[in-house]
């Protein structure tokens, strides 16, 4: 494996890694202000309801991204991916958290594929 696709995957698992953490503080955010003091987000969202399908919505290209790198980027075995896939697409924030990019687990990966033998 070369550097140029090491650091491609470093880089894009840093990226999927910082959209699941941010989606996630947004998440327990609205679910904090949702049922800890629902007045103050009638207070603040005067005339407008927020809806649990907006929050839907901004997973969906979230849940794309980690479905692209974990079915082009990420150095896992074949079943591993494919669970991973799953995960993202149907258990939602608890699937992007089961797909995380771990950063020791990621390297760790990394070396074992380097030290496959490969007959392009």
Not at 9 to 27: M, P, Q
């Amino acid at each position: 494996m070369t550097n140029d696709k090491k650091d491609k995957i470093r880089k894009h698992a840093s990226i999927f890694r910082g959209l699941i953490i941010a989606y996630s503080l947004v998440f327990v955010a609205f679910l904090i202000v949702k049922f800890a003091k629902p007045e103050l987000l009638s207070q603040v969202m005067t005339g407008y309801t927020f809806k649990w399908y907006y929050l839907s919505f901004l997973s969906l290209p979230i849940s794309f991204y980690g479905v692209w790198y974990v079915l082009n980027l990420a150095p896992n075995r074949q079943l591993t991916k494919t669970n991973q896939v799953l995960g993202l697409l149907f258990f939602g924030i608890i699937g992007m958290w089961i797909s995380f990019p771990w950063k020791n687990k990621l390297e760790k990966q990394i070396k074992r594929d380097e030290k496959r033998i490969k007959f392009d």
